[in-house]
């Protein structure tokens, strides 16, 4: 199942960027914008952007941390990571690595906040639960996990390629998780908070972490 997975990606990644612009209604990316001014990191900082997909959302991170900053993706298709590499070329401060959510290549302790933008309701019951895991070790104390997801459209040809999307994924789960997202967030974090994005088509959950 895993192979088909990252298959899935690496062939969707074609499509993926006109896919998000569509059920956001979301063309000029302000929902992204939006969700860059919440993240808590300043100038200098370090964000982990998780399930980078095309990596729409790392030159926004970029300039928020700035050239003194360092903003890493991490996505486990090729093909999304492909598409990350045409955006970033030009960002030295911006890394790519291809990894799992559920293992995280990184140190305890090193990322500001980690994101992820329209994502995360595709990870699956335990790997779900172990990517948590794995954002609130590698957030700093103090750090914040900001995902930022489409709310269910209310028009039923965006609706129904939105669940036809998370069943090709293979995430029946996320309808799920999609009920109760708030309290498994606060099963890991010190507090959630569920804000809308402008125009109503995404929501940003800032989940900040348990100080020790």
């Known amino acids: 199942m895993r192979r088909f997975r990252r298959l899935y990606y690496d062939i969707f990644s074609r499509i993926y960027d006109r896919f998000v612009a569509l059920h956001s209604h979301d063309r000029l990316d302000s929902a992204r914008g939006f969700l860059t001014a919440l993240v808590p990191a300043e100038e200098g900082g370090v ?3 998780l399930c980078t997909g095309t990596g729409t959302l790392l030159p926004y991170m970029q300039a928020k941390v700035g050239e003194q900053g ?9 093909g999304m990571l492909r598409k990350a590499r045409e955006k970033t070329s030009r960002l030295r401060n911006v890394s ?8 995280l290549p990184f140190e305890d302790e090193s990322f500001d ?4 933008s ?10 779900r639960e172990r990517a948590l895991g794995e954002i609130v070790r590698v957030l700093k104390p103090n750090g914040a996990f900001l995902m930022m997801e489409h709310e269910i459209p209310l028009s ?5 390629l939105f669940y036809v999307r998370l069943l090709l994924a293979g995430s029946g789960h996320a309808f799920a998780f999609l009920k109760q997202e708030l309290s498994l967030l606060g099963g890991y974090f010190a507090s959630v908070e569920k804000v809308a994005a402008p125009g109503g088509r995404s929501k940003v959950v800032i989940c900040r972490k348990r100080c020790a």
């Open 70 to 78: 360092r903003v890493v993706g991490v996505d486990f298709s090729a």
């Open 118 to 127: 329209h994502a995360f309701y595709e990870l699956k019951g335990l790997s």
């Open 113 to 116: 906040a980690v994101t992820c």
């Open 156 to 160: 039923p040809v965006t609706k129904a």
């Open 47 to 49: 964000v982990l952007d």
């Open 96 to 103: 790519l690595v291809e990894a799992e959510a559920e293992r």
